[in-house]
């Protein structure tokens, strides 16, 4: 399956200013495969070395980090002759061999012609608590498939090349918005864990992804108890069981989990974070850039890793959204919210990777913008909702305490075309945020 990332990595092997790269991604979105297929087609030679899998393979690193001398190991460990230029070396899950991770600052400076990529699944954690070579390395972020690429991957290629995008935006005809939207659904079912598209591509069913998700979800699960130290093991058990119900919705952190002390439930909430298995929404007053610089620590939203992972944990009946004349309303418009929001993170974000919204907490006229889109330095509010210019009460406010700003989007599920009331611009909610 084609993945957008497939052409940020021949730009990459292209590049005169190339230096190692780290995939940064949760678990099961496509990493491995991405990277091997990438190998296997580019380069004459194309070694992996698996420091999850093949516990062996750490002594290399174990003393002398020489480049030099860590090419003349690698070759004899996988019995294969590395020629600079022609040889991509992938370390795949590099957080299980720290001083693996810390080689690539070497490679850099001795060996910049050899092609190096590393990928792991928590890799955050061990970013986070070792002394890392800044500057020496470049990133590429992957997420679960986004449904431009779901639509590729379902053969669906020229209803793909037919997405509107936000930046150069044309509209699409009623037929074709009603074959996008017959796609859509699928894709809010299936989401975009690349194993649960693939099951669901080859067989045509959806109780196949349905499987896929809870062999997922299960193994997410799981995963958790290598944390035990870090955290109370119960409390990532209910966060990783609670947060895709409160997708959608301003939360504060002493709801999420009554029973428990509000350090512990922050101390989850970063392990999740950090595992890539959500992503916190920060609020921001958007009176300028950048929008981290003045958010709250009181109120947050909380997005799920995956479309289809949050509709399976939340009991979301497939019917629902197969009968649904506006996807909107399916789940508290929950999961239009997610799908939203899951694009967003994927094309970068609000800004630096991060997502953020708008909130304003006042006893007669509270307020709530979804998403808060950044695009050459100006601040864009983003409501993902059907209904007139006339309802929107938090993005007519968000505008009018925001003089500077000069439009708004509604990303609504019913609109084919791209509609301007006032400051209001609507537009599908399948828009690509490129």
């Known amino acids: 399956m084609k993945r957008n990332i497939d052409t940020n990595l021949v730009e990459w092997k292209k590049s005169e200013f190339r230096k190692p790269l780290i995939i940064r991604g949760a678990r099961q979105v496509g990493k491995t495969y991405s990277v091997c297929r990438f190998g296997e087609k580019y380069f004459e030679t194309f ?27 690698i070759e004899v460990h996988s019995n294969t002759r590395i020629d600079p230029g022609k040889t991509l070396l992938f ?9 693996a991770l810390l080689s690539l600052r070497y490679f850099y400076e001795e060996i910049p012609e050899l092609h190096i990529i590393a990928a792991g699944s928590m890799l955050e954690f061990t970013l986070g608590s070792i002394s890392f070579p800044v500057g020496r390395t470049s990133f590429e972020w992957m997420r679960p498939m986004t449904f431009y690429e779901f639509l590729n991957a379902s053969d669906k290629k020229i209803l793909a090349d037919n997405l509107p995008c936000i930046s150069n935006f044309r509209p ?10 017959e796609q859509l659904k699928l894709y809010l079912l ?82 999740l974070e950090r595992a890539l298995l959500l992503h916190i929404v920060k ?21 799920f890793l995956d479309v289809g992972l949050m509709q399976y944990n939340c009991g979301i009946q497939p019917s629902d959204i197969l009968k649904a004349k506006d996807l909107s309303n399916v789940y508290r418009g929950a999961l239009a919210e997610q799908f939203a929001g899951q694009e967003l993170l994927a094309a970068g974000g609000s800004e630096n990777f991060k997502l953020f919204y708008w909130s304003r907490a006042m006893k007669s006229s509270s307020a709530e913008v979804d998403y808060l889109y950044v695009k050459n330095s100006r601040i864009f509010p983003i409501e993902v909702k059907s209904g007139p210019a006339g309802k929107l009460k938090s993005l007519h406010l968000f505008i009018k305490e925001h003089p500077n700003v000069e ?16 400051k209001f611009v609507f537009i599908p909610v399948y828009t690509r945020f490129v």
Do not use: W
């Open 47 to 73: 070694i992996k070395l698996d420091f999850e899998r093949d516990r062996t393979s750490h002594r290399i690193f174990q003393e002398d980090l020489s480049a030099e001398k860590l090419v003349l190991e």
């Open 91 to 99: 370390f795949d899950e590099i957080q299980e061999c720290e001083r």
């Open 172 to 181: 699409v005809s009623d037929t074709i918005h009603f074959k996008i939207i």
């Open 190 to 271: 299936t989401g975009g864990m690349p194993e649960a598209v693939k099951r669901y591509s080859l067989t045509g069913s959806l109780t196949q992804s349905f499987t896929v998700h809870e062999e997922i979800y299960q193994s997410y699960l799981q995963s958790l108890g290598k944390y035990k130290t870090r955290a109370d093991i119960d409390s990532l058990d209910h966060l990783m069981r609670s947060l895709p119900s409160h997708v959608g919705s301003q939360i504060k952190y002493t709801r999420l989990d009554p029973e428990r002390r509000i350090e512990k439930t922050k101390t989850s909430l970063q392990i």
């Open 283 to 303: 609020s921001s007053d958007a009176t300028g850039l950048p929008l981290n610089a003045n958010v709250s620590s009181k109120v947050m939203k909380p997005l």
């Open 407 to 422: 439009k708004g989007y509604v990303m609504s599920p019913m609109v084919f075309e791209r509609q301007e009331v006032d």
